[in-house]
């Protein structure tokens, strides 16, 4: 459903690094590799990221979310990776 987003801390604890994709989408809407994210979190080898919206990051229509190899790509991680949000 729609809502901001305020903040996102992601564990990677693959060997490579790996990027959260953020989308103001549907779930259903978004075509992992082909639809434009709205938002990418790079995520450091064996390492985490946290980020803090200044300004919360608007979804009018949705928040989705896919976890990849690539900025905008569509390759999985070896292994998955640990998220929390913060949204309202």
Known sequence: SPGNLYKVVVYNPNVAIAFVQLFDALIASVTVGT???????????????????DVPMTC?????YACT????????????????????
């Open 69 to 88: 190899t690539t900025a905008t790509g569509s390759g999985d991680p070896a292994t998955g990776l640990t998220i929390s949000f913060l949204y309202k």
């Open 35 to 53: 639809t434009t994210p709205k938002f990418v979190i790079p995520v450091p080898l064996t390492g985490s990221a946290a980020i803090d919206f």
């Open 60 to 64: 009018a229509t949705g928040i989705a």
